[in-house]
């Protein structure tokens, strides 16, 4: 490979064919619940029982289902790539580190780890969270949530990713719709750097026609194609 700096963003369809729901696609997880309900702060004010429900369930899928041959790849291009590779995901499931990627930057948060909404601290999550936790640091009751970024919150280690964005010389997006934002607009921030940019996705995204290249079909045969 002729680049130095690669950025991987993945998101929702990198772990559909681990058997893990994705957002917008048909029968997916937004067309079971409502966003508004499950996905925003306000959300979980109005009803705290519901949205730890819904999360404690995603969170016991996860025990179910194993990285798939394109986590895999990722994993294997950053052991064997020469320049740097840094993995950047929406998703809160932990599928890229269990297929061995290191320092995958999390940037809507992990199902593995629990906020106190009162004090900020975070910690591992138990499996089952609900509005009887007290927070151990400041020992509020009903404060816990799980460490995920909800619509109208900023998402996590921004600065980070603009840094890693800024020197890149290539930007691939996996599995993602491009419907959210800030991630959807990173594609343009990658082409104002002047870098390469590439999509694999199973069908064209939003912001399909921003990018240098596009592919598309199931991520477990694009990107160990792309790998290798
Ligand atoms: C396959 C496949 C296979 C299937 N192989 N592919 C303009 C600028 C900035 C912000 C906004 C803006 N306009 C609006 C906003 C606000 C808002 C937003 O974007 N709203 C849009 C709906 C318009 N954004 C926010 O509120 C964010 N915060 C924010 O912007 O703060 C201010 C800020 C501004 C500027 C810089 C910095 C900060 C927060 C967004 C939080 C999103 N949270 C969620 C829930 C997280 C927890 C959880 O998982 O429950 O994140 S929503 C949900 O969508 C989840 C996902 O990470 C995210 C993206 O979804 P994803 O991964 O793309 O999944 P899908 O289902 O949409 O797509 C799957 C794709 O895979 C499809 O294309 C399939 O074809 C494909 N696929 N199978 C390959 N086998």
């Known amino acids: 490979m002729q680049f130095q700096s690669i950025l991987i963003l993945t998101g929702a369809g990198i772990s559909a064919e681990s058997g893990v729901d994705t957002f917008r696609d048909v029968g997916g997880i937004w067309s079971k619940v409502r966003l508004e309900d499950v ?30 041959p394109a986590h895999h790849a990722l994993a294997r291009l950053e052991r064997e790539f020469s320049g740097s590779v840094t993995v950047v995901t929406q998703n809160i499931d932990d599928l890229h580190e269990r297929a061995g990627s290191r320092g995958v930057i999390h940037m809507h948060g992990e199902l593995a780890k629990a906020l106190c909404a009162r004090c900020g601290t975070r910690g ?74 590439l999509e694999l996705n199973l069908e064209p995204s939003a912001g399909t026609m921003l990018f240098s290249e596009a592919r598309h079909g199931p991520a477990s045969r694009l990107v160990p194609d792309f790998v290798d």
């Open 39 to 68: 996905a925003t702060p306000e959300g979980f004010a109005r009803d705290p029982a519901m949205v730890h429900d819904f999360y404690n369930q995603r969170r016991a899928g996860l025990a179910g289902v194993k990285p798939n």
């Open 124 to 197: 591992p999550s138990p499996d089952q969270l609900s509005t009887e936790l007290a927070c151990r640091q400041c020992g509020s009751l009903a404060g816990m949530r799980p460490d995920v970024v909800w619509f109208g919150e900023m998402p996590y280690h921004m600065d980070m990713i603009y840094d890693r964005l800024a020197a890149a010389d290539l930007f691939v997006s996996i599995g993602t719709s491009g419907a959210v934002y800030p991630a959807a607009g990173f594609v343009e921030d990658a082409r104002a750097n002047g870098s390469r940019t």
